[in-house]
């Protein structure tokens, strides 16, 4: 009934084919969209810069390592590393008086490039042993930002980055910079549902499911696995130079550590391997659940409801959090995204079961 | 003049008890500290107790009457070393009210600084954060307010001049963690090492520090005469037993302010006995300060933590920065009166001139240009159950770490 199907003929392959083919999908698009638009407006500067702009930022870092390891199959474990070559690319690119579209497409292309030089392992290894040396890219590319002073910016290691504009608007008041990040996630979320119902697209499944057997049917596993590398660096290089201008504004090599790597990891899991809604609630779940425990039991300490001491209170949001994750993957180890996908599909067919078919 | 208002402050507080104490401490709005920091990440190995000083200085004053019957209220919050959650944190510590924030790591508050200096809100960055902050023409919201780590190797490097025989000639390792911070003391021994003629070879181990055993062995192939470990938490430990394992004497080990009881404690209080640090504060509950603490919040059962951490370094260095901050502010409200803002206790930090909070630390003077206070410490050593200072408060070759301090602040302006 909220999904009404009955009525919804569609009698050309494009309507068919459509990215949201149901009405009901469409109109929730719609009102999220505008929410999105408005929240600027909706929000107070505290939500808006503390949580809508860093959920949006990290579900596209999200997003592009979704292409990598749920499209195509390859585990990546140093993504951080890609976002920090794309955020040093885009700072010293702007720096040295590149404009700053240019600074972002050099940020992608330098990760894009970097990244597949280590994705080319994946053309020999696979599983656990790819896992150890995207590891190596996490440490390898810290370790050189930490040892070369001119990449780093000097002894203190940070970089602040330069006032800039894109397509001609100041990046600087927090609604701009929300913007930005927003056109981005965007662009990235509409490209990799795209990517999904492409030829490359169908490519990297049949890769991922069994490369050999996609040798056989004629797709060139070397090409589509380093094709792959390639898409998923440019995106995440981007991302990065995005973090850094629309939310750090001050760069440091600890921002891209091997944590956030894990965390990037965890969101794609927790959110549902391969699946773009996915991305946006795993990074919701990563990113702010932590955030909203600590304030809530900070709160209920404010009020005497909790008479235990700081520390105490300090680690119980890691008791909840790791009890969270533990229980999204014994109740749906399809993560977040099956999920609502669940309560998606009860509410194609209510009143009824199930349909008949 | 300071004494002066110091008096007053005791008067007031002594009327405020006098008058039925937290009552009247109450009447007053209250002024928000936040104190947004590491308990389950990076720093643990001091945030609790460091955090639990603060948090007992502070409720001292509330119980003693207030800053001019001004209680003070801590906000805390984890942050878990992840900037984007104390960004978070910071955003709505400032909705809330706050006139100062205390992140106590470095990767969140170098995140933050660009933030603090449009936001007018004073950052205090004691021990941790941009050196290069010392500089208060640049950052006028960030207060180092103690030595910087440029200071500290400062400090070490003229004890060895005067108390173990000299620099000329020597050899000296510098064993530190691979990451910025480990770096930081570089430039400034760099530039001694080409002043007085001795020889630096710097040591990098990889991060965290649970293993340097390779690297130890390359440091006794080198034969030092004195090592300097620069290093934090579970890595010091480390160093000093692989130091003492590759026949390096206790007395020639010097460290980085990062050295403390539990580490000696782990270490074996007896294997230990000689090793020596930077101390920025003094240790122990023989202070004015720490006796009040013990009278007004640890007795009555209101402190915030363990017992047994009162007193210890870090807890000191707590108690050390709301001194510092509560001076600020109560020199401010005096001067600028109430509400509280960020510009004016900015300006009363910039108004401490002295300041020793009763003998607990070296004076401390900030001014305008100078956030750091004078970069002063003292080398304490472990005599196997306790640390004891073997220099009294001293300061050195300020005009090196100057130089760094505003080489790095020009850099800072340039890229913004």
Known sequence: MFYRLSGIKHTRYVSARALWPIPADRRILYVLGALALLAPVLLSDLYLTSYMLPWLIWTAAALSLTLLMGMAGQLHFGFAAVLAIGAYTSIHLTRAGVPFELALLGAGLSSAVIGSAFGAAALRVKGLYLVMATLSMQYLVEWVIVNVPAISGGAQATLNTPDVRFLFVPLQSDASLYYMALLWTVVVTLLLLNIRRSSFGRALVAVRDKDFAAAVIGVNPVRFKLLAFFVSSFLGGVTGAILAFCYYQAVTPEQFGFNVSIQLVAMVLVGGLGSVIGAYLGAGFVLLLPILLTNLLAGAAQIDWLPISFNLIAHIPLMVYGALIIGVILFEPLGLAKIYDNLRKYFLVWPFRHTQS | ?416
């Open chain 2, 1 to 416: 003049m300071k004494q002066f208002t110091q008096y007053l402050a005791g008067l007031a507080g002594a009327a405020a008890l006098g008058l039925g104490g937290m009552a009247q401490a109450q009447e007053k709005e209250p002024i928000h500290f936040a104190l947004l920091q590491d308990f389950t990440a990076v720093y643990t190995f001091v945030s609790t107790e460091y955090n639990q000083g603060q948090q007992d200085y502070l409720r001292m004053i509330n119980e003693t009457g207030g800053i001019d019957g001004h209680p003070i209220e801590p906000i805390i919050r984890d942050t878990a070393n992840e900037p984007q959650r104390g960004l978070e944190a910071y955003n709505r510590a400032r909705r809330e009210g706050a006139v100062l924030v205390d992140f106590f790591s470095t990767p969140v508050s170098r995140a933050a600084v660009n933030r603090v200096l449009e936001d007018e809100m004073v950052m205090i960055t004691a021990l941790h954060g941009r050196g290069d902050a010392s500089d208060g023409e640049t950052f006028p919201y960030v207060f180092p307010m103690m030595a910087t780590y440029w200071s500290q190797a400062a400090v070490l490097a003229h004890y060895i001049e005067e108390h173990q025989g000299g620099l000329e000639g020597k050899r000296i390792a510098l064993v530190h963690i691979d990451s910025p911070f480990g770096r930081e003391p570089l430039p400034v021994l760099e530039t001694l090492a080409e002043r007085k003629g001795f020889e630096l070879r710097n040591f990098p181990y990889p991060s965290p520090g649970t293993e340097q055993s390779a690297t130890w062995s390359d440091v006794r192939r080198y034969r030092p005469d004195h090592v300097i470990i620069w290093g934090a938490g579970g890595g010091q430990q480390v160093s000093v037993r692989e130091a003492i394992r590759n026949g390096i004497r206790q007395e020639d080990i010097l460290s980085v302010v990062w050295l403390a009881e539990t580490d000696a404690r782990n270490v074996g209080s007896r294997y230990m006995k000689g090793v020596k640090r930077f101390e920025a504060v003094g240790t122990g509950t023989d202070h004015d300060v720490l006796q009040d603490i013990i009278q007004y919040v640890i007795e009555p059962g209101l402190g915030s933590g363990p017992m047994e951490n009162v007193g210890s370094s870090y807890y000191n260095i707590g108690v050390a920065t709301m001194a510092v901050s509560v001076q600020a502010a109560r020199l401010a409200l005096d001067e600028f009166g109430a509400p509280l803002t960020g510009d004016k206790l900015r300006r009363g930090f910039e108004m401490i001139d002295g300041f020793d909070a009763r003998g607990l630390m070296p004076p401390v003077t900030l001014t305008h240009k100078d956030h750091q206070g004078g970069g002063y410490g003292r080398v304490s050593q472990w005599n196997g159950a306790a640390w004891e200072p073997v220099t009294d408060w001293f300061h050195a070759y300020q005009d090196i770490v100057w130089e760094e301090i505003e080489q790095d602040a020009a850099a800072f302006r340039e890229g913004r």
